[in-house]
């Protein structure tokens, strides 16, 4: 009996410990604004800047979210904005959804249909969130992502605000187990166009 209160405790224990270590990063964050749009990320990321005329902001969480490690091999996590040349909000979906395919650098799961859904920005205007997975040969990992697609009229043209999370796990249960569409849509309640 005093064997399994003990395992109890531990398992409440770990729960509550990793639990805590992701709630805490949210309670410190840090305003990011633009001409164009606002958004936060935990201080305790790493604020990697623009890069080159595509990227506009870009942030490793890099054993700062997630745990270093997964099946023996690392887990990378990084939130990019960026710019989506294009003419509205469709034609900025559309090309997002047909750059996941150019890239030959990723293979998709056999019979995997891209998630899209429909939002509204906490600032008024309509966008989507899309997601789709693959795996990296290069690196041997696999990558969720998920887009946040929104234009600009301010700025005219679109961005992609994109959460990616690279990991070992062909089965891509990891996606679920360590709720990273909950994790992409927390960080996309604090973006707004203006």
Same mark, same amino acid.
């Given at each position: 009996?005093?064997?399994? #209160?003990?395992?109890? #405790?531990?398992?409440?224990?770990?729960?509550?410990?990793?639990?805590?270590?992701?709630? =805490?990063?949210?309670?410190?964050?840090?305003?990011?604004?633009?001409?164009?749009?606002?958004? @936060?990320?935990?201080? !305790?990321?790493?604020?990697?800047?623009?890069?080159?005329? *595509?990227?506009?902001? !870009?942030?490793?969480?890099?054993?700062?979210?997630?745990?270093? !490690? +997964?099946?023996?091999?690392?887990?990378?996590?990084?939130?990019?904005?960026?710019? /989506?040349? !294009?003419?509205?909000?469709?034609? /900025?979906?559309?090309?997002?959804?047909?750059?996941?395919?150019?890239?030959?650098?990723?293979?998709?799961?056999?019979?995997?249909?891209? %998630?899209?859904?429909?939002?509204?920005?906490?600032? %008024?205007?309509? /966008?989507?969130?899309?997601?789709?997975? +693959?795996?990296?040969?290069?690196?041997?990992?696999?990558?969720?992502?998920?887009?946040?697609?929104?234009?600009?009229?301010?700025?005219?043209?679109? #961005?992609?605000?994109?959460?990616?999370?690279?990991?070992?796990?062909?089965?891509?249960? #990891?996606?679920? =187990?360590?709720?990273?569409?909950?994790?992409?849509?927390?960080?996309?309640?604090?973006? @707004? *166009?203006?």
């Amino acid at each position: 009996m005093r064997q399994i #209160f003990i395992l109890f #405790f531990l398992i409440v224990f770990c729960n509550n410990f990793f639990a805590q270590t992701r709630d =805490t990063s949210w309670q410190n964050l840090k305003d990011i604004e633009t001409e164009y749009y606002s958004l @936060k990320v935990p201080k !305790s990321w790493i604020d990697l800047g623009k890069l080159g005329d *595509l990227v506009d902001q !870009s942030f490793d969480a890099t054993s700062l979210y997630f745990v270093d !490690s +997964f099946n023996k091999s690392p887990i990378i996590a990084g939130f990019f904005v960026m710019n /989506a040349p !294009s003419d509205d909000l469709e034609d /900025a979906k559309t090309k997002c959804l047909k750059g996941y395919k150019e890239n030959r650098e990723r293979i998709f799961p056999k019979d995997f249909v891209e %998630g899209q859904q429909k939002l509204t920005l906490q600032s %008024g205007q309509e /966008a989507f969130l899309l997601n789709t997975r +693959f795996f990296r040969p290069s690196r041997q990992l696999n990558q969720s992502r998920f887009d946040l697609v929104v234009f600009s009229n301010k700025a005219n043209r679109g #961005f992609l605000v994109t959460v990616s999370v690279q990991y070992k796990d062909d089965s891509y249960l #990891f996606e679920k =187990t360590n709720h990273l569409e909950d994790f992409a849509k927390k960080l996309y309640s604090y973006f @707004k *166009l203006k």
